[in-house]
């Protein structure tokens, strides 16, 4: 079975200092991840994703996800956080392959402050 | 390209009544998926179509029932509101491809979401 969690449910930062949003998960096959986020009131935006190329994945915003098979993880970073990276942000799995129509599995998500 | 739009936005409801929420996507995807969102859950998968007169359920499907007639549109129906179902309900769409790499078979393409409705039932 496919599972996500982010191990915290609010992050507070404050503005030019580095961000760094925990995700670990757990599957049986070689999965695709994702980060999303999520600003208040609106729809969920990708930040990136990876599969299987290379092991650190560049997205928008100056984010980056670093995969980590041995430990199962997928931490989001940024070197410096923006007042405008105030949103939440969701960890996500792949489903099981085609079969089961590429569903995506959801961690709890984490929201993210960032202080003048 | 308009992309992944919600119909409505905003509704309230009172218990035992009905309504249909609909989704469209002008991307040509084949994968449609309803979710809805509840504080500190994440996003829970009700229903999803493979293609064009598909459906199946996900994670969450009691209460709901869905149609997929044409391929650039899903609907989720309530046939008979409860309060459990106040929730903000999101609608994706992606591709079906799915891509190997050495002997495994990955799907992840991105799905592209919706801006949301917001269910009030009372």
């Known amino acids: 079975a496919q599972s996500v969690t982010q191990l915290d449910s609010h992050v507070s930062v404050s503005e030019g200092t580095p961000v760094l949003l925990r995700c670990n998960y757990s599957s049986s096959y070689s999965p695709s991840l994702f980060w999303y986020v999520q600003h208040p009131n609106k729809g969920l935006q990708l930040l990136l994703k990876y599969t299987s190329a290379a092991t650190l994945v560049k997205g928008i915003n100056g984010f980056e996800a670093e995969f980590k098979k041995s430990e199962t993880s997928f931490h989001l970073t940024k070197p410096s956080a923006h007042m405008s990276d105030a949103a939440e942000y969701f960890c996500v799995v792949s489903g099981p392959p085609r079969l089961q129509g590429g569903k995506l599995i959801f961690g709890q998500g984490t929201e993210l402050s960032v202080k003048p | 390209n308009a992309g992944v739009t919600q119909t409505p936005k905003f509704r309230v409801l009172k218990t035992g009544q009905s309504m249909t929420l609909l989704c469209a996507q002008d991307m040509n995807h084949e994968y449609m998926y309803w979710y809805r969102q509840d504080p500190g859950m994440g996003l829970r998968l009700i229903h999803y179509?493979?293609?064009?007169?598909?459906?199946a359920k996900g994670e969450v499907p009691d209460g709901y029932n869905v149609s997929r007639l044409k391929k650039q549109n899903f609907l989720l129906g309530l046939e008979s509101a409860a309060p459990s179902q106040t929730s903000v309900y999101f609608c994706?769409?992606?591709?079906?491809?799915?891509?190997?790499?050495?002997?495994?078979?990955?799907?992840?393409?991105?799905?592209?979401f919706g801006p949301g409705t917001r269910l009030l039932v009372l």
């Open positions: 994706a769409s992606s591709y079906s491809r799915v891509r190997l790499a050495g002997a495994r078979t990955l799907t992840g393409e991105t799905q592209y």
């Open positions: 179509s493979v293609g064009e007169g598909t459906t």
